[in-house]
């Protein structure tokens, strides 16, 4: 197992002290947030030049000795913005334009792996309904990007259409070939066990890893409740070879702008090394 930081970690910094300040802490990969109108690195910034933006991007990896771990995209700055599942086709549409242009800019900075947002509920439409749409898009994403040698995966999140392990493994039913961007935080900040969580695993390609307690979907890794040492025993006995990304975030979303994330990333790589 190997670590990666998020750059959207520390998004109050430039990009590149970002990067620098992730080297820094001793982790050698970094996911790149790929958010529409809120990330270091955005789908606006690289229209019309991509493949020069990707391979820019790359190259000051390369400098700084970092992988790229996965690039995630998300095409609006709120996840009810611009969904994957949208009724409106035309929605549908433009999201996937945004999915093909992660999908070209992945490929030439160097990823392998490339996360995206299952979708979300909407009024006047079924949950069912939702979650079958979801499915789809994401099936299409999935065929897209295994086109291109990407390995796709969608991350369950609290407010999505993928709330629970139980809705999470519906949509794995219906998406078959789609793999799991995982973050315990999001179901055990709603009073979900662990052990509820842990079905979800062997469909893992990349995983979140933060402190997170119920009712605090960031916490410190002091106050955390998440079973880091089952997760582990269980990502080795699957064999997991994918990266576990140390992903605190910094953004005025349920109270996640309240922890120092310098001192939490370095406090959970410490943990998470000592039980691996």
Same mark, same amino acid.
């Given at each position: 197992?190997?670590?990666?930081?998020?750059?959207?970690?520390?998004?109050?910094?430039?990009?590149?002290?970002?990067?620098?300040?992730?080297?820094?802490?001793?982790?050698?990969?970094?996911?790149?947030?790929?958010?529409?109108?809120?990330?270091?690195?955005?789908? /606006?910034?690289?229209?019309?030049?991509?493949?020069?933006?990707?391979?820019? !991007?790359?190259?000051?990896?390369?400098?700084?000795?970092?992988?790229?771990?996965?690039?995630?995209?998300?095409?609006?700055?709120?996840?009810?913005?611009?969904?994957? =599942?949208?009724?409106?086709?035309?929605?549908?549409?433009?999201?996937? /334009?945004?999915?093909?242009?992660?999908?070209?800019?992945?490929?030439?900075?160097?990823?392998?792996?490339?996360?995206?947002?299952?979708?979300?509920?909407?009024?006047?439409?079924?949950?069912?309904?939702?979650?079958?749409?979801?499915? /789809?898009?994401?099936?299409?994403?999935?065929? /897209?990007?295994?086109?291109?040698?990407?390995?796709?995966?969608?991350?369950?999140?609290?407010?999505?259409?993928?709330?629970?392990?139980?809705?999470?493994?519906? !949509?794995?039913?219906?998406?078959?070939?789609?793999?799991?961007?995982?973050?315990?935080?999001?179901?055990?900040?709603?009073?979900?066990?662990?052990?509820?969580?842990?079905?979800?695993?062997?469909?893992?390609?990349?995983?979140?890893?933060?402190?997170?307690?119920?009712?605090?979907?960031?916490?410190?890794?002091?106050?955390?409740?998440?079973?880091?040492?089952?997760?582990?025993?269980?990502?080795?006995?699957? =064999?997991?070879?994918?990266?576990?990304?140390?992903?605190?975030?910094?953004?005025?979303?349920?109270?996640? =702008?309240?922890?120092?994330?310098?001192?939490?990333?370095?406090?959970?790589?410490?943990?998470?090394?000592?039980?691996?």
């Amino acid at each position: 197992m190997k670590f990666s930081c998020a750059d959207f970690t520390f998004p109050l910094l430039p990009h590149d002290g970002a990067l620098q300040l992730i080297k820094l802490l001793g982790i050698n990969a970094v996911d790149l947030g790929f958010f529409s109108g809120r990330s270091h690195l955005q789908p /606006e910034h690289v229209q019309g030049n991509l493949l020069g933006a990707a391979k820019k !991007f790359r190259s000051r990896l390369d400098e700084l000795g970092l992988e790229l771990a996965d690039v995630f995209l998300q095409t609006s700055e709120h996840p009810a913005g611009l969904p994957a =599942n949208h009724p409106d086709r035309a929605v549908r549409e433009k999201t996937r /334009e945004f999915m093909k242009l992660a999908i070209e800019f992945a490929v030439n900075a160097g990823s392998r792996h490339l996360t995206g947002l299952p979708g979300v509920s909407h009024t006047g439409v079924s949950d069912g309904d939702s979650l079958h749409r979801a499915a /789809e898009e994401s099936s299409w994403r999935v065929a /897209e990007a295994a086109k291109a040698g990407l390995v796709y995966s969608i991350e369950p999140h609290v407010g999505s259409i993928c709330p629970s392990p139980e809705t999470t493994l519906e !949509f794995l039913r219906q998406s078959p070939h789609v793999t799991l961007t995982l973050d315990y935080g999001h179901f055990i900040y709603q009073g979900m066990s662990n052990e509820s969580v842990h079905p979800l695993l062997p469909h893992a390609s990349h995983f979140h890893a933060r402190g997170g307690a119920p009712r605090q979907l960031q916490s410190t890794v002091k106050d955390n409740t998440i079973d880091f040492a089952a997760i582990l025993r269980e990502l080795k006995r699957l =064999n997991y070879r994918g990266y576990v990304c140390l992903e605190y975030v910094w953004m005025d979303w349920e109270g996640c =702008n309240r922890t120092d994330n310098v001192a939490e990333t370095l406090l959970l790589k410490e943990q998470l090394s000592k039980l691996i």
